[in-house]
């Protein structure tokens, strides 16, 4: 059964960083592209930034590039994102999904991120 | 950026009914689009892929059609476990993006 486990979330300062993990079994880690998607509170759901199986293509959205670092770790099946210079507007529920060609096939229960002083 | 246009925000419905929702793009995503369902507090899952390809452990209620820029998803019969928000996502180009959503309520 695949599993996709985040943590990492809380309560941060507006400009302060965190940093997120995804935990991935019941499949082979290493095959497949992952993503981080995020919901704000009640809002609808947006692309975060996408790494492929090796590593050797990432991809963020606009509203992250340059704040956000995607990596993973194949050896420990784990998933993260860097996250620094938190804002307000970063406040959101932050979901770890394996990537299948252009899908989304898998998802985590998610993990909260909230920015507020 | 390629923009999802989902229509209507919500539709309310009765048990049994077969429904339609629509998911428009802004620019061509060939059939690179794919629909998801989020029940109340639960992640989204993946329900059709490639705008018609059904997935595995998905009711066979549930089926998409479309490409290029007009896409529909249809439910044959709603049952009251349906009741979700169904978002549509394009994955021809990046940045990946969604559609708003349409929210399916109790007519």
């Known amino acids: 059964e695949v599993q996709l486990v985040e943590s990492g979330g809380g309560l941060v300062q507006p400009g302060r960083s965190l940093k997120l993990s995804c935990l991935a079994s019941?499949?082979?880690?290493?095959?497949?592209?992952m993503n981080w998607i995020r919901q704000a509170p009640g809002k609808g759901l947006e692309w975060v930034a996408s790494?492929?199986?090796?590593?050797?293509?990432?991809y963020y959205a606009d509203t992250v590039k340059g704040r956000f670092t995607i990596s993973r770790d194949n050896a420990k099946n784990t998933l993260y994102l860097q996250m620094t210079s938190l804002r307000s507007e970063d406040t959101a529920l932050y979901y770890c999904?394996?990537?299948?060609?252009?899908?989304?096939?898998?998802w985590g229960q998610g993990v909260m991120v909230t920015v507020s002083s | 950026d390629v923009v999802l246009t989902q229509s209507p925000a919500t539709l309310s419905v009765t048990p049994g009914e077969r429904i339609s929702l629509s998911c428009r793009a802004s620019?061509?995503?060939?059939?690179?689009l794919h629909w998801y369902q989020q029940k109340p507090n639960e992640s989204p899952r993946l329900l059709i892929k490639?705008?018609?390809q059904s997935i595995s452990g998905i009711p066979s209620r549930f089926s998409g059609s479309g490409s290029g820029t007009d896409f529909t998803l249809s439910i044959n019969g709603v049952e009251l476990e349906d009741l979700s928000i169904y978002y549509c996502?394009?994955?021809?180009?990046?940045?990946?993006?969604f559609g708003a959503g349409t929210k399916l309520e109790l007519k």
């Open positions: 490639y705008a018609s």
């Open positions: 019941g499949f082979t880690f290493s095959n497949y592209g």
């Open positions: 790494i492929s199986s090796s590593s050797s293509y990432i």
């Open positions: 999904a394996r990537g299948r060609a252009a899908t989304f096939d898998y």
């Open positions: 996502q394009q994955g021809n180009s990046l940045p990946r993006t």
């Open positions: 620019e061509s995503v060939d059939t690179y």
